[in-house]
């Protein structure tokens, strides 16, 4: 027998750095595809899906204003990269068949519709993928915490974080070849421990808050998504 997801929908997040490969900087189409891929897996498993895009393999503000750019611009300009990444993912979705609709939190009327709250749920409910760009459309955010604002009022079961470790360790994992992985974290834990800094701590406070379950787990294993999904032991959660 088919088994059922454990969850009905769900909010994405994938960083800037998963959109790079295995690249120094900037968009690998050929690794948005695999992510494409493992994305239409999950979608044949009914489960109902918003991604939320990063945009630091191209521009993040803090590093901007360091550079000597006006702080809120560097942070404009960030937003503008996550945009970027939502269009290269919707292409490479869209190349594998699935529906999708590009939402921003900038107007861009030429390339996306306006991100709406209760439109982005109704697509969702009819099979769409949800590409989620332009973060909040406010400065000195981060794309995490959006993840979590979006998650939060689209009504999702969970976070889902895909980053390149296998979930949240005990000390950073590239670092100190002793870090132990946990299976789980209460959120407290995960808040206050200034060694778990795999999500930021505005985006675990705000789903501390509303009880709004966080996976974070390894996209660069192939089928990590999908068993996540199933209720499978992958990855961390923060609970
Ligand atoms: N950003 C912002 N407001 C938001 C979301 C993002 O100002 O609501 C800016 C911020 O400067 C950030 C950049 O966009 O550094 C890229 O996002 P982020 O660093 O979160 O990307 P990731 O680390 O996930 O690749």
Redesign the pocket.
Known sequence: MKKKPKYKRILLKL???AMKGKREYGIDPKFISYLASEIAEARKLGVQIAIVT????I????AGSKAGLDEAT???M??L??IFNAMALQDALERKGLVVRLQTAIEMKQISEMFIRKRAIRHMEKGRVVVLGG????????????AAMRGLELGCDAIFKGTKVDGVYSDDPEKNPRAKKYDSVPFKEAFQNEKINVIDKAAIELCMRNNLRIVVFNIYKKGALKKALLGEKVGTAIR
Do not use: K, Q
């Open positions: 960083s800037g750095e990063g945009g630091g393999n521009f993040r503000g803090v560097a942070h404009y960030g937003m990269a996550t973060g909040t459309g406010l400065p000195f955010i981060t794309t995490d915490t959006t």
